[in-house]
């Protein structure tokens, strides 16, 4: 921020001031100047309506999911959320072709839609809720039925206000992994080349950092050596397998 405030010949020198030896606007007049063929303020203005409803929207769904398999006992929960798991060890770059062709054919390309609605049942997030919520001592659940109310109720009253500490960190972590969405704008053919680009170039030690590595390592309580490799191996497989069904599907459909 203290950059753009400064000269042009100062930010090219050699000399590092972090506050501007003087305080000039020009850039932002260059700017404004050049809004007609950089609209700077209809930029601004559609990632903080993506961003905003993404975030409110993301925060929601999450919330409920993450309250459904902490604190409520229905049939084939843990198999259900098992499977949420294997879904994360898909690239994100295998789901870019098959999302893209849901995408236009649903009408949403060049649209907010196209940005809000793909990322919104994150699982990591899903995973980081669910963890927080199942550290929420159950007996307030009891005392509150007991009271009559319902599990809406619980959740809206009791859970959620409790739960604020995730809950503002989805919102922080959604919102700043948005602008990879943009993605989906692309051509076919770059969307294919990006996609396998980015997927053989992610199948190396860079698993580590994946949210996945460790929601499979607390999920199974493993040691991060024993982690490692089974993660790598299954990743790997799926990783290879999935790019294989997407380069079928292109070849297939056209």
Not at 18 to 31: G, S
Request: glycine share 8%.
């Amino acid at each position: 921020v203290t950059t753009s405030f400064k000269s042009v010949a100062e930010f090219t020198s050699n000399a590092f001031n972090f506050l501007p030896a003087k305080w000039v606007l020009d850039n932002y007049m260059t700017l404004i100047e050049a809004s007609a063929s950089y609209p700077v303020l209809n930029w601004l203005g559609n990632s903080l309506i993506i961003s905003t409803v993404f975030a409110v929207l993301s925060v929601c769904i999450v919330a409920l999911a993450g309250f459904g398999y902490s604190r409520l006992n229905f049939k084939y929960r843990d198999t259900l959320f098992f499977v949420l798991l294997l879904i994360s060890m898909f690239p994100a770059v295998v789901n870019m072709i098959p999302q893209y062709r849901i995408i236009a054919s649903l009408g949403w390309v060049n649209t907010y839609w196209a940005c809000i609605i793909p990322g919104l049942g994150n699982v990591a997030n899903i995973f980081l809720v669910r963890n927080f919520m199942k550290g929420i001592p159950k007996e307030l659940d009891e005392a509150a039925t007991v009271d009559g109310a319902g599990w809406f109720r619980i959740y809206r009253s009791i859970v959620m206000p409790l739960s604020g500490p995730a809950i503002a960190t989805v919102a922080i972590l959604t919102t700043s992994g948005l602008l990879s969405q943009a993605v989906v704008g692309l051509e076919p053919l770059q969307l294919v080349l990006v996609t396998l680009a980015t997927c053989f170039g992610s199948l190396g030690l860079s698993h580590v950092n994946d949210a996945g590595f460790w929601m499979y390592k607390e999920y199974f309580n493993l040691s991060v050596k024993d982690t490692f490799r089974s993660w790598t191996v299954m990743e790997t497989i799926v990783a290879v397998a999935g790019l294989a069904g997407v380069l079928v599907l292109e070849l297939v459909i056209g």
